[in-house]
Nanobody
Framework: QVQLVESGGGLVPAGGSLRLSCAASGSIVGVVSMAWYRQAPGKQRELVATISSVGSTVYADSVKGRIEISRDGAKNTVILQMNSLKPEDTAVYYC?????????WGQGTQGTVSS
């Protein structure tokens, strides 16, 4: 089973950027898509962006135009580049890998955007 480890979180001012990385280890042949989710304080986890095995991407309306998901196949890594960040983007960001049967989750990385 794939294991996912997120990194790149931190504290940035409003309007700043964060680059989150999700490194995958183990067998990845069954993974059909990767995604980033986030969970803000007091709110439920929500989908931020997905990227399929063929490279197609989908973004949540709340982040469209500000966030880009990409895949680095050589490093088995998925990147979430976040720009023009807002305080409401503050959340724990989780990497997700989906097979035909299950979802695999990382432990999350905290992204905080100050006012």
């Amino acid at each position: 089973q794939v294991q996912l480890v997120e990194s790149g979180g931190g504290l940035v001012p409003a309007g700043g950027s964060l680059r989150l990385s999700c490194a995958a280890s183990g067998s990845i042949v069954g993974v059909v898509s990767m995604a980033w989710y986030r969970q803000a304080p007091g709110k439920q986890r929500e989908l931020v962006a997905t990227i399929s095995s063929v490279g197609s991407t989908v973004y949540a309306d709340s982040v469209k135009g500000r966030i880009e998901i990409s895949r680095d196949g050589a490093k088995n890594t998925v990147i979430l580049q976040m720009n023009s960040l807002k305080p409401e983007d503050t959340a724990v960001y989780y990497c997700n890998g989906r097979t035909e049967l299950i979802m695999i989750w990382g432990q999350g990385t905290q992204g905080t955007v100050s006012s």
